[in-house]
């Protein structure tokens, strides 16, 4: 399993950005696929955005879709989630999650798919 610690979380203002990174130990990282998640108080863990390994291709929930970006660094073994246009429903613990999961294309929004999983990072967004 590879390890994971996010950051960049923090307190914005509502139509403000943030970008969170999620760096992973061990020099595999280019093989695993990654997801970002979040979950807000009293909710279940949701999907927000996944890459594959190369970067090549990206996917996104509808509600955040044309205001996040997901991207990766395998050369710094870190993946990033910059967040644009910020609103209060964004408000959540953010987690970032690797998988090798050959389904991945399909399967890349479920959760039991990702293999480990990051501490998580608070992200408050005020209105």
């Known amino acids: 399993q590879v390890q994971l610690v996010e950051s960049g979380g923090g307190l914005v203002q509502a139509g403000g950005s943030l970008r969170l990174s999620c760096a992973a130990s061990?020099?595999?990282?280019?093989?695993?696929?990654m997801g970002w998640f979040r979950q807000a108080p009293g909710k279940e863990r949701e999907f927000v955005a996944a890459?594959?390994?190369?970067?090549?291709?990206?996917y996104y929930a509808d509600s955040v879709k044309g205001r996040f970006t997901i991207s990766r660094d395998n050369a710094k073994n870190t993946v990033y989630l910059q967040m644009n246009s910020l609103k209060p429903e964004d408000t959540a613990v953010y987690y970032c999650?690797?998988?090798?999961?050959?389904?991945?294309?399909?399967?890349?929004?479920?959760?039991?798919?990702?293999?480990?999983w990051g501490q998580g990072t608070q992200v408050t967004v005020s209105s």
């Open positions: 061990g020099r595999t990282f280019r093989s695993y696929a």
């Open positions: 999650a690797a998988t090798l999961s050959w389904r991945f294309t399909i399967t890349y929004y479920r959760l039991n798919e990702y293999d480990s």
């Open positions: 890459i594959s390994q190369s970067g090549g291709s990206t």
